[in-house]
């Protein structure tokens, strides 16, 4: 399940949203509703939300800034600004700040469980890949001794370009620091 934070200036807003969107069945828990971007960051830098849904235009802090400051902190949460503004400016910025998605103001509780549904399938899907890569960082890993045997086996029996044996060597993170070398068997 993945974590969101609501952040907006307006309490009936945020009321609004927390208590009328089906969160669980999304696949989201809230994991906080914040009144301005000032307390949001801080709260993010704690809970590590997967998630931010951000008004744009709010006092201490707007939620442009929230989301500058966020990506420069803390830079994996996807940010989505919802807002009353239909105003261009707002939509380059939010596009310049990587944000995940601009919604506008007023939108239904069925709109928003569509939008997070949409948006966990997404998540589910890079999750998906990060962990593909990291198992196959394992396994790679756990290959890399019997890949520098072989690949010294081949340096020894074979006669391969220099350019060729360097960057296998460094495929394999076998570092020969010095000007000459000489393989014995």
């Known amino acids: 399940m993945y974590s ?3 952040v907006d200036d307006e309490p009936e807003v945020r009321e609004a949203i927390r208590d009328r ?3 669980e069945a999304c696949g989201f828990r809230l994991a906080g509703d ?3 971007g000032l307390d949001a960051l801080e709260a993010a830098a704690a809970i590590r939300p997967d998630v931010i849904i951000t008004d744009i235009s709010m006092p201490y802090m707007d939620g442009l ?3 500058r400051r966020l990506a420069d902190q803390y830079c994996d949460a996807k940010i989505v600004f919802l807002t009353g503004y239909d105003q261009f400016e707002y939509a380059q910025e939010a596009v310049r700040l990587k944000a995940k998605d601009f919604l506008l103001k007023p939108i239904n509780a069925e709109e928003l469980e569509q939008f997070l549904r ?3 399938r997404e998540l589910d899907e890079e999750m998906s890949r990060r962990q593909d890569l990291e198992r196959l960082r394992w396994q790679l890993h756990e290959s890399l001794p019997v890949l520098r045997e072989r690949l010294l086996q081949r340096l020894v029996s074979t ?3 220099c350019a060729e044996v360097l960057a296998r060597l460094e495929s394999c993170h076998i570092r020969l620091p010095g000007p000459a070398y000489v393989v014995m068997a």
């Open 34 to 36: 914040y009144g301005n």
């Open 4 to 6: 969101v934070m609501i």
């Open 21 to 23: 969107t089906a969160w």
């Open 65 to 67: 800034e929230l989301a």
């Open 159 to 161: 006669g391969k370009g």
């Open 118 to 120: 949409g948006l966990k």
